[in-house]
């Protein structure tokens, strides 16, 4: 689909279009079509653009991932038909490992996933060798299965797009989770240690920029209240509404 660019909604459908090539080319499975139905209505509700609140949320995340011994990003469908590019490039500026960790797994998936992260500059990737397999206790689901040089062993691992039951698990395994999630209100944002309320492809990119800026004093323990921060997300939605309803 061709959308012209003075559309007024030109940048969610682009991102629409390439969630949907993504399900044709065999990454995203129907539920990921449905969860990010979610996440556009949500954008939606926060303005389609990046919050102060988001944008501090994104420093603690730098901050985080940078000051981490073995940080992982775990990579689901939707996650590499949007942002495959950005999630070599945060893995180059972070020392990050790459994961691929999927609900619905299947071997076809995790080598078209593979490829596409490839294609992109990735060198190795996690997740896809059974002698490393590893499992996460009380996980239901093909998630539980991990590896062991990678979530398995990561002291912080980045989980965009995630579900709650697996942030839940991740958390009361002792990782610290930094999540994407464009509802402040969902299951993965309250569990989260830090949650980034908002889209993705936009957050990816602030946040390699922000790694590569870190400077030495940012690079210090510095508390980050989720709680707090999601409040404001949800403030930000709760106005959005009142001034629709006004207008
Ligand atoms: P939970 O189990 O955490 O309560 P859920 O059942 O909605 O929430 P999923 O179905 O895995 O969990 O949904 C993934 C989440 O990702 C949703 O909250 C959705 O708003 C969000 N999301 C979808 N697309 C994007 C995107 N492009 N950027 C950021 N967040 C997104």
Redesign the pocket.
């Known amino acids: 689909m061709l959308i012209p660019k003075t559309h007024p909604r030109a940048a969610s459908l682009y ?1 629409r279009e390439k969630l949907v090539q993504g399900f044709r080319d065999g990454l995203v499975v129907e ?1 990921g079509l ?3 139905g ?6 939606y509700l926060i303005g389609e653009k990046t919050s102060k609140t988001a944008y501090k949320a994104i420093k603690a995340a730098a901050r985080a991932l940078v000051m981490a011994k073995l940080p992982v990003i775990s990579v689901n469908g ?1 996650i590499a038909a ?1 942002c495959p590019k950005e999630i070599v490039e945060l893995s180059k500026v972070t020392g990050a490992k790459i994961e691929v960790n999927l609900f619905y797994a299947s071997e076809k998936r995790k080598k078209v996933i593979t490829q596409a992260l490839k294609k992109n500059g990735a060198k190795e990737i996690l997740g896809i060798t059974p002698k490393f397999s590893k499992r996460i206790p009380k996980l239901d689901s093909a998630r539980r299965i991990v590896d062991k040089r990678g979530i398995f062993s990561a002291d912080v691992v980045l989980v ?6 697996r ?1 839940i698990t991740l958390k009361k395994f002792g990782k610290k989770v930094i999540t ?4 402040p209100m ?4 309250q569990t989260a240690d830090i949650t980034i309320v ?4 936009r ?1 990816m990119k602030i946040l390699i920029d922000t790694c590569k800026k870190l400077s030495k004093e940012d690079l210090v323990e510095k508390k980050f209240d989720n709680k707090k921060n999601l409040k404001k997300s949800i403030l930000i939605i709760r106005k959005n509404l009142r001034k629709m309803a006004n207008a």
Not at 180 to 183: K, R, S, T
């Open positions: 991102i539920e449905l969860a990010h979610r996440g556009e209505m949500f954008d939707n949007l965009p797009l995630e579900d709650g039951d942030t994407f999630d464009l509802n969902s299951r993965t944002s908002d889209n993705v492809i957050g």
